[in-house]
């Protein structure tokens, strides 16, 4: 039976967006949970720009708890940030990342730690053994991945969710990775580090805060981040078009009575496909001038605990 190591320490770290509910009920949880690991370790509430009562009620279990660490952002800027943030300033061996809207349970912590030990994995994630939301949310969802894996083999995990536990060489490596909106299973497979993966259903206390132009926003950074293969199917389809299009225009031309209609339609096919080749290059070119420029991933008003 795993024994508690009296020099392990541990950080858990959870982005905070106008979460006053649930503060409290997770920093209970999160601490029994943690003291089961170790009597070493803390939490990291990043505040994200809540507008809400949060950063008041973190304020107030920091001054009863040196456990609880605050890190104030200067304004929103988004989950994913706000828990790179947070990996930055997590002192502990083991760091475990996870949404403090108890859709995700701290109580997964221990199952986490314990496979990481067996498995000597340096990341365990989890993910949801049924995806959450309607049916098209859930036919969408196994249709990206299956693309994903399939088409780009890109080697992600299917219906992964933030909870997650990672080792201290995987947490120094990716804090120091200069490329924004890094997909963790990437880095794995880039440095080579093991992973481990656990299932779990995953809560729903409320409606999902992401709209359909989140997604979409969330699928194009992930593909832009994981492959470059769009470019090079649209240089594979401009060349099929120009064949296409030249084969296309020596049929009407032979032709005694031109067909107008025919040439106008291949000629709005291809305006079409070139407008949309043209829209994947410009992505791309945005992703790198946003890279280039080294702008800060967010910016901490005030720490408190430290």
């Known amino acids: ?80 940030n706000a828990i790179r943030t947070g990996l930055v300033h997590a002192r502990g061996d083991f760091v475990f990342t996870i949404d403090d809207d108890l859709e995700e349970s701290p109580e997964w912590l221990e199952q986490f730690y314990n496979t990481m030990l067996a498995e000597k ?13 309607n049916w098209f949310e859930r036919i969408s969802g196994k249709g990206f991945f299956y693309f994903v894996n399939t088409v780009l083999k890109a080697n992600v995990i299917e219906n992964v969710i933030n909870a997650r536990l990672m080792s201290r060489r995987f947490v120094d490596i990716l804090v120091a990775v200069k490329e924004r909106n890094l997909p963790y299973c990437r880095l794995c497979y880039q440095a080579g580090f093991g992973r481990s993966v656990l299932y779990f259903e995953k809560k729903s206390k409320h409606s999902s805060s992401y709209s359909f132009r989140n997604k979409m926003s969330f699928l194009s950074t992930y593909l832009l981040s ?49 407008l949309t080749a043209m829209g994947i290059q410009s992505m791309y070119l945005a992703k790198v001038v946003d890279e280039v420029k080294g702008w800060p991933f967010s910016s901490v008003r005030a720490i408190y605990g430290r």
């Open 1 to 80: 039976m795993r024994q508690t190591l009296e020099k392990t320490m541990l950080s858990i770290v959870t982005p905070v967006y106008q979460a006053e509910g649930f503060i409290e009920e997770f920093y209970r949880r999160a601490t029994l949970s943690a003291l089961k690991i170790t009597p070493d370790y803390e939490i990291l509430f990043v505040n994200d720009g809540s507008t809400d009562q949060s950063l008041e009620k973190l304020i107030a279990l920091h001054q009863i708890d040196p456990h609880v660490v605050i890190i104030d952002l200067a304004r929103n800027f988004g989950q994913p």
């Open 226 to 274: 994981v492959t470059t293969k769009p470019l090079y199917w649209t240089f594979l389809l401009g060349i099929a078009l120009v064949a296409v299009s030249a084969i296309a225009l020596g049929l009407v031309l032979m032709q005694s009575g031109s067909d107008r209609a025919v040439l106008l339609a291949f000629l709005a096919l291809n305006t079409g496909i070139v």
């Open 121 to 133: 994995s340096d990341i365990v994630f989890a993910a949801q053994l049924k995806r959450k939301g």
